[in-house]
């Protein structure tokens, strides 16, 4: 034998060491050895086995929540029997609804067909499937879309398996690998921003595609291998956000979104591999549905801040889930209310509800012991996340009481996904009102189709973004302090730092100094919670070397009547009085704000906001406290001492 030439012992000695290092490599990355990918359990495996399956229909039989849960599953079912076919068209919204209403069907109608075999579900999966397969792409330029399509084929072509012809299953699976999994990589072979964004792109995506490749993982060993260890090792960039307190950056309205795909991806992962690679364990993460409940007023609204749609709370299957993993049931309050109220609707003959798209997960998520579970110890009347990207921290004066005072408020950042600039703001709720409100999201194709391009629309990076035009989503739109009628600063961050007042009420600081750094020279807001149920809110800032104009805003839909020192308001046969203290003359002025400022903005039925108008000397202190005072406090109080902001001890 001829010796090795200097190339050939050198290409040797890489080809030795890449065998050496290949196991390694695939080891760590995503924590899925090769053993784990071996043998994979037959169909069904995703989130349900056969053996699962079979069960579900014993536990449906015996328990009264989920015979409700599958009762409006079916129901559902057998709407989409007649409903006209899904539209996958563009309105301004890409295919995001359409992708979801598809989705919806065909889990409702194949986890109908599993359970009691009705063949019509299984032919309207089918034709549902076959109507999104056909699609030429699955919106692959608006990724969330095509997440969201990947969930329900991959479910679909799972739970129907053994039951679809043979070309049936090719036709999903080529769907599911070309429109899906092969266009989750840009041309160049590298993954697009999303794979790494800390915000719901990242659990959406992940989380639908991991589920499509799991599906189809048999025929595309490989690419599928590719798809679930690029999420196992990305997804800690959107998990990580919950630390410490489990608030999650982009608002209550877009946790239930975010935080499900994440879920799904932990249950595709044990029900295929027995292991969840500990996706669930990240700080915060299992916490995250007590940060849901604080940002919930009693009258049931949350703190909807940043691009939150809508005020109320919505049925989250998700929630099943953690009531399962935290054995609390206290948990599913709002949607074991839902199931009750949709029962008592089917029950009257009322139209189908609707329903989240994700309500047979709920089933699967839910385990029927849990019914007799001791309920936890009542949650705290004060809390703060902690920290995080968006501190948020709330008060109330009782749990279980619709009349109770509550406050909510908010720190943090602008440079953030569907932040708003919002620094500061606050929701105000007491005897059963909202008085101080948020006005959440402006409509996204409304705003595309007046003017606001979409790069503009979500930029929240730049100080003259014209996403601070949009009224819901700059200051005007906010209950907030403001110096000279500026803007907030993007580079700054406010934290939230617990307080008590000497009183010994509840309190919070939330440190604006760097939000506001190029207008004053330190700025900080005090919330306290005293205890005759009324509200101070404190101001205090420093001038700089220029006199300042300082304006104090609170957004209501409440009747508005100015008193020499203060505004009374009234709503819903309640009253709330507002007692106005400061260091330097103000003035109080009522504004209509109902109407669209520009076409991008839409009307606000009902919207007044009332300003706060004083004017500090250069390098001046400047304080301003607002006392609210819900008319069960019963007779006029003498106004709370004006205590610095200094004193009020940690």
Request: with cysteine; hydrophobic share 45%; glycine share 8%.
């Amino acid at each position: 034998m001829s010796p090795l030439s200097l190339f050939d012992r050198a290409r040797l000695w890489l080809l030795i060491g890449i065998a050496a290092l290949a196991p390694r490599l695939a080891a760590d990355v995503g924590n899925l050895p090769n053993e784990a990918w071996a043998k994979l359990p037959p169909h069904p495996r995703l989130l349900a086995n056969a053996a699962r399956w079979q069960a579900l229909k014993q536990q449906i039989r015996a328990d009264a929540t989920s015979a409700q849960i599958f009762a409006l599953v079916r129901a559902n079912a057998e709407s989409f029997l007649t409903a006209p076919p899904v539209a996958y068209v563009d309105t301004g919204a890409f295919l995001h609804g359409p992708m979801r209403q598809g989705q919806g069907r065909i889990l409702a109608l194949a986890l109908a067909y599993r359970i009691d075999g009705d063949l019509r579900f299984l032919a309207q999966a089918r034709a549902e499937m076959k109507a999104m397969a056909a699609l030429p792409n699955w919106y692959p330029q608006h990724f969330l879309d095509t997440g969201e399509a990947a969930l329900g084929m991959g479910l679909g072509l799972d739970w129907l398996h053994d039951d679809l012809t043979p070309a049936e299953r090719d036709q999903f699976a080529a769907a599911i690998i070309e429109k899906g999994l092969r266009a989750s990589w840009n041309a160049d072979g590298t993954s697009p921003k999303w794979a790494t964004a800390n915000t719901n792109w990242n659990q959406v995506c992940h989380g639908g595609l991991v589920v499509g490749a799991l599906a189809v993982a048999e025929r595309e060993p490989a690419l599928a291998r590719r798809i679930v260890d690029r999420a196992l090792e990305n997804v800690r960039h959107a998990a990580a956000e919950y630390a410490p307190g489990g608030a999650y950056p982009e608002g209550p309205s877009y946790w239930a979104y975010g935080t499900s795909f994440q879920v799904i991806l932990v249950e595709a992962l044990r029900s295929v591999f027995g292991t969840s690679c500990d996706l669930e364990k990240f700080s915060g993460f299992l916490a995250s549905p007590d940060f849901v409940a604080q940002m919930t007023g009693p009258t049931g609204e949350v703190f909807n801040y940043a691009d939150a749609h809508g005020t109320g709370r919505s049925f989250d299957a998700v929630m099943f889930w953690f009531a399962r993993e935290r054995t609390r049931p206290d948990l599913l309050a709002t949607e074991l209310a839902s199931l009750q109220r949709w029962q008592g609707e089917l029950k009257a003959g009322a139209k189908v509800p609707s329903a989240d798209r994700h309500l047979p997960l709920a089933l699967l998520y839910w385990q029927p012991s849990l019914g007799a579970s001791a309920k936890p110890a009542a949650p705290p009347f004060a809390w703060s996340s902690g920290g995080g990207i968006q501190p948020v921290a709330a008060m109330r004066s009782a749990w279980g009481d619709p009349r109770a005072t509550f406050v909510a408020f908010k720190g943090g950042l602008m440079p953030n996904s569907h932040a708003h600039m919002d620094v500061g703001s606050f929701v105000l709720e007491a005897d059963g009102v909202r008085w101080a409100v948020d006005l959440g999201a402006e409509s996204y194709p409304k705003a595309r189709a007046n003017g606001i391009k979409n790069e503009e629309l979500f930029d929240t990076r730049t100080q003259a973004s014209k996403r601070w035009w949009i009224f819901r989503k700059g200051p005007e739109g906010h209950n907030l302090l403001r110096f000279d009628g500026a803007q907030q600063e993007i580079d700054g961050k406010a934290e939230i730092i617990p307080a008590t007042k000497k009183t010994g009420a509840p309190a919070y600081i939330v440190d604006l100094t760097s939000i506001y750094k190029r207008q004053v020279r330190a700025a900080r807001r005090g919330f306290a919670l005293l205890p005759d149920h009324r509200v101070g809110i404190q101001d205090e800032w420093t001038a700089a070397d220029r006199a300042t104009e300082v304006t104090w805003q609170w957004l209501t839909r409440a009747q508005a009547k100015a008193e020499a020192d203060g505004l009374t308001l009234t709503q819903s046969g309640e009253t709330l009085r507002l007692r106005v203290s400061a260091t330097d003359k103000f003035t109080i002025a009522l504004e209509d704000v109902s109407r669209p400022r520009q076409a991008f903005d839409s009307p606000n039925p009902g919207l007044s906001r009332f300003v706060i108008r004083l004017t500090t000397p250069a390098n001046h202190e400047g304080r301003l406290v607002v006392v609210a005072e819900p008319s069960t406090v019963g007779a006029k109080l003498a106004a709370p001492a004006m205590v610095p902001l200094s004193q009020w001890e940690k």
